[in-house]
């Protein structure tokens, strides 16, 4: 008589395996989410900031702030009214709205980020600078600390 030697896996290891998968997935894919929402809202903390020095130099030369719609071509030289790659892909759109003055007392603006195009920053929401450094939302803290 001769033995022969069956090779495989019984569907208990089977279903053990898929289990474990299952459980380091369920972990590592929200950790991810988060990761990737952090990572975008940082580039609009960035674009926001560097919009904000652009206003002010355009005030220094021009004495008044320029706004700038989301979508408008007419953008201040420098910065671009979206974050993203691309127009078609991006994940916040930026304006610029202005009061109008000519003293810097008088004169003030405002920078959105809303967030676009299927993103949702579901802690955040629109992120906003104005031209005397306050910004919004200011709970939680992630917002604009990290």
Known sequence: MIRRLHRGFTLIELMIVVIV?????????????????RGKRAAARTAIQNM????????????????????SAAAPAGWVNFVGDAYTTRYY????????????????FTISAVPTNGFN?????????????????????????R
């Open 21 to 37: 998968i299952s459980v380091l997935a369920a972990i590592a894919i929200p950790s991810y989410t988060a990761y990737i929402t």
């Open 52 to 71: 904000s020095q652009i206003e002010e130099r355009f005030f220094t030369q021009n004495n008044a702030y320029q706004t700038v719609a989301a979508g």
């Open 93 to 108: 759109d930026l304006t610029v709205t202005t009061t109008t003055g000519t003293a810097s007392a008088s004169a003030a």
């Open 121 to 145: 920053d579901n802690l955040c929401g629109t992120l906003t600078l104005t031209s005397t450094g306050l910004q919004s939302p200011t709970s939680p803290t992630d917002c604009w600390q």
